[in-house]
């Protein structure tokens, strides 16, 4: 079974410190996304990588940044954390960039004070 | 990248079996159909993906008409566990496969 892990279920932070949410993949996928889901949002792409240094900007990249060192390993950044950014933030990995399904990670729920 | 549309909400009982419609006019030649399910504080779940006519895995089948401007995800013998969130999505190779997530259905069942 594929296993994307997230390294908080649960984070509460403050406005304007730095957050850093990691993600680890076990199946050698190529391609990772990080997703924010909002209650009447749905998922919303915030950045992919493609493979190792790669990244790519989704639909809302604004506050965000991401770093891809290892294939197994990508991690979002909030360089100033913001109230609105509350959320939901879910990890996907994808075999390769030819294939449609993508295994979710549980999700960090983060609160923003 | 085509957007779909499907009902917000179903219900259903046990043993039921359960049909979902999605709706995507828009689709594009080089577009699969792709459906996930989402339980309540977990991330989404793959359950299948079809191009056209009809795809069965373990899980559930999917239907594909020939103009495949619909599809229906069909779940056989629905219990209390599958209650959750069912996404249709469209992905496009020429834009990365990557996939526009709506609203979803959400499909309670009851006992």
């Known amino acids: 079974d594929v296993k994307v892990t997230q390294s908080s279920r649960y984070l509460v932070k403050r406005t304007g410190e730095k957050v850093f949410l990691e993600c680890v993949q076990d199946?050698?996928?190529?391609?990772m996304f990080w997703y924010r889901q909002d209650p009447g949002l749905g998922l919303r792409l915030i950045y992919f990588?493609?493979?190792?240094?790669?990244?790519e900007k989704g639909d809302i990249p604004e506050g965000y940044s991401v770093s891809r060192e290892k294939k197994e390993r990508f991690s979002l950044i909030l360089e100033s954390a913001s109230t609105n950014q509350t959320s939901m933030y879910l990890c996907?990995?994808?075999?390769?960039?030819?294939?449609?399904?993508?295994?979710f990670g549980p999700g960090t729920r983060l609160t923003v004070t | 990248l085509a957007k779909t549309t499907q009902p917000i909400s179903m219900d259903s009982y046990e043993g039921q079996e359960v049909n979902i419609t999605c709706s995507h006019n828009?689709?594009?030649?080089?577009?699969?159909i792709t459906w996930y399910q989402q339980f309540p504080s977990q991330g989404p779940r793959f359950i299948i993906q079809?191009?056209?006519?009809?795809v069965t895995n373990e899980v559930a089948s999917l239907f594909i008409p020939a103009d495949r401007k619909s599809s229906t995800l069909s779940l056989p013998r629905v219990s209390l566990s599958d209650t959750a969130v069912y996404y249709c999505?469209?992905?496009?190779?020429?834009?990365?496969?990557?996939?526009?997530w709506g609203a979803g259905t959400k499909l309670i069942i009851k006992p």
């Open positions: 996907a990995s994808r075999p390769a960039i030819e294939r449609y399904e993508q295994y």
């Open positions: 199946m050698d996928h190529e391609n």
């Open positions: 990588s493609y493979d190792v240094k790669m990244k």
């Open positions: 828009n689709i594009a030649t080089n577009d699969y």
């Open positions: 079809g191009y056209k006519t009809k």
């Open positions: 999505l469209v992905g496009d190779k020429d834009s990365n496969y990557q996939l526009i």
